[in-house]
């Protein structure tokens, strides 16, 4: 049997993606909706490998946008479980932003979101 601090470890998850002009705005820059939507799916699989339930969304509770985010570069988002709750959990997600042709990096975006373990009938119920 795994350890809690093991399991938060096991489920820690990494996304690469290029930000492409599709995904930008007219600053050529990262929509914010889209960091947002990218956030959230990295948070769910974070906290269903954690618990291997089904999980939803209940809210993201601080989103801090500290860099823009420009085309041409390639994007990490991170996503570890911060928090354990009887039916709930929280999920950090940090977004770190690479030049491709260099070996800059720097944290973009930070936020954090609540899921909640859920049964076949959408009730709440116990995080395993």
């Not at 049997?1 to 007219?26: C, L, Y």
């Not at 914010?32 to 339930?53: C, K, L, N």
Request: charged share 25%.
């Amino acid at each position: 049997m795994k350890t809690q601090e093991e399991k938060i470890n096991d489920s820690i998850t990494r996304v690469f993606k290029a930000v492409f002009p599709n995904t930008t705005n007219h600053y050529d820059t990262l929509f914010g909706g889209t960091a947002m939507q990218f956030m959230d799916e990295v948070a769910f699989i974070t906290a269903t490998r954690y618990s291997r339930q089904k999980m939803v969304t209940v809210s993201s509770d601080r989103i801090d946008f500290k860099r823009p985010i420009p085309h041409g570069t390639i994007i990490e988002l991170i996503g570890k479980v911060t928090y354990l709750g009887t039916t709930s959990l929280k999920v950090r997600v940090d977004i770190f932003i690479e030049e491709m042709y260099s070996n800059s990096r720097e944290k973009a975006i930070t936020g954090e979101f609540t899921f909640v373990a859920i049964d076949e009938n959408k009730k709440a119920v116990k995080v395993e």
